[in-house]
């Protein structure tokens, strides 16, 4: 049998590199945590995802770009459950739905700039993209009488060019962080599903309307975040206006 004999200086050595060890750990962390910290209180550029509140409410959204069949059914199941809404609604899309965009405005939901001409934003200089704002908003207020605050990206595809021209207009630039997958026409009961997977305190939802089964899921959605104790508010509402800041993750808190 063999009896492994370990030397004092050995057991310091040992001992140093263990402590070594634990040190190179803590100030890995803390270099981590104050990375993130830095990371949270600079993501000023980034849009809206969710709002941090201890309020138990949420806001529905819908990106309205295509047909307009069900605008109807939508704004009579929304007042039907005294729900308002936040609309982002494309420039084109109001030209040929004029009336319509009234009735969403009439029901007092919440219209947003959807872009004029949903194209890859990104992809389009400064000076288009502020063009393409400034149209789109002007439609807005010219039909719906809304000075237009709130401005969504086609696709939900964004630069810190984009928001921050956006920014220049004078508009809070919304994403989600709650996506019903509706625009690939998954089932109601699915679409339910993936909302109630994924909701929060502060949490913007994404639904589309001209789908298949959205103005089918709406209601039993609303029934099912009332009992689970959410109320509802346009984004309007939800977002700070002022004395805020964004986190890494695009989650908005009030300073």
């Known amino acids: 049998m063999k009896i492994f004999v370990i030397k004092a200086k050995n ?10 060890s634990i040190t190179v750990l803590v100030f890995t962390s803390f270099l981590f945590t104050n990375a993130v910290q830095v990371l949270s209180q600079s993501s000023e550029t980034l849009p809206i995802y969710s709002v941090d509140t201890p309020d138990k409410k949420v806001s529905i959204t819908f990106d309205c770009a295509w047909g307009a069949s069900d605008i109807p059914i939508i704004l009579n199941t ?18 040929n739905y004029p009336n319509e965009a009234k009735a ?32 789109a908003n002007t439609k807005i207020e010219k039909l719906t ?9 086609p696709y939900g595809d964004y630069d810190e060019r984009l928001v921050k ?6 508009q809070y630039t919304i994403q989600w962080d709650v996506d019903s997958l ?3 026409n998954i089932s109601a009961e699915n679409i339910c599903e993936r909302v109630m997977g994924k909701v929060k305190n502060g949490s913007i939802i994404l639904l589309h309307n001209d789908t298949k089964y959205t103005s089918t899921a ?14 509802f508010v346009p984004v309007s509402e939800l977002i700070y206006r002022e004395k805020y800041y964004m986190d890494y993750k695009g989650r908005q808190h009030s300073k």
């Open 104 to 135: 969403i405005a009439g029901g007092g939901h919440d219209i947003g700039n959807h872009s004029d001409a949903h194209l890859r934003m990104p992809q389009l200089s400064v000076k288009s993209i502020i063009n393409d704002i400034i149209i």
């Open 78 to 95: 929304l007042k039907k459950e005294n729900v308002r809404a936040t609309f982002f609604l494309v420039g084109k899309w109001l030209d």
């Open 11 to 20: 057991v310091y050595s040992i001992f140093g590199l263990f402590v070594l």
């Open 182 to 184: 509706d625009w690939k």
């Open 218 to 231: 709406l209601p039993v959605l609303i029934k099912n975040l009332k009992q689970a104790g959410y109320s």
């Open 145 to 153: 009488g809304q000075k237009c605050i709130l401005f969504r990206a």
């Open 165 to 170: 021209a956006a920014m220049q207009q004078g």
